[in-house]
């Protein structure tokens, strides 16, 4: 499966953002999706999940209350609506896929065979 992340940009603290992942190729598998952001000289760290069903999200305890992730699997989209984004929120955002089959869903990028092209959010002050 091929990932494609969008929806970046330049905002303002306290401004929102929807970042968008489409999935194409083998979508008719079933992948858990993870969205991961990186800031530079900085580990890739997770953010949210959502498992294939959209039963179960996981979240990152920074940004609990504020991301939210959901999917549209008629559509092989996948988002992550973050509001109220603080400038320690910037970082490159990749989305990732890893098979249902694999197990639950996981925080562990090593988990994820597939990734896609992230997307640059910076957070002004």
């Known amino acids: 499966v091929q990932l494609q992340a969008s929806g970046g940009g330049l905002v303002q603290a306290g401004d929102s953002l929807r970042l968008s992942c489409v999935a194409s190729?083998?979508?008719?598998?079933?992948?858990?999706v993870g969205w991961f952001r990186q800031a530079p000289g900085t580990e890739r760290e997770f953010v949210a999940g959502i498992t294939w069903r959209g039963v179960t999200t996981l979240y990152a305890d920074s940004v609990k209350g504020r991301f939210t992730i959901s999917r549209h699997n008629y559509k092989n989209m996948v988002y992550l609506q973050m509001n109220s984004l603080k400038p320690e929120d910037t970082a490159v955002y990749s989305c990732?896929?890893?098979?249902?089959?694999?197990?639950?869903?996981?925080?562990?990028?090593?988990?994820?065979?597939?990734w896609g092209q992230g997307t640059l959010v910076t957070v002004s002050s």
């Open positions: 190729g083998s979508t008719s598998s079933r992948y858990h």
């Open positions: 990732a896929a890893m098979l249902e089959s694999i197990g639950p869903i996981s925080t562990n990028r090593y988990d994820y065979d597939f």
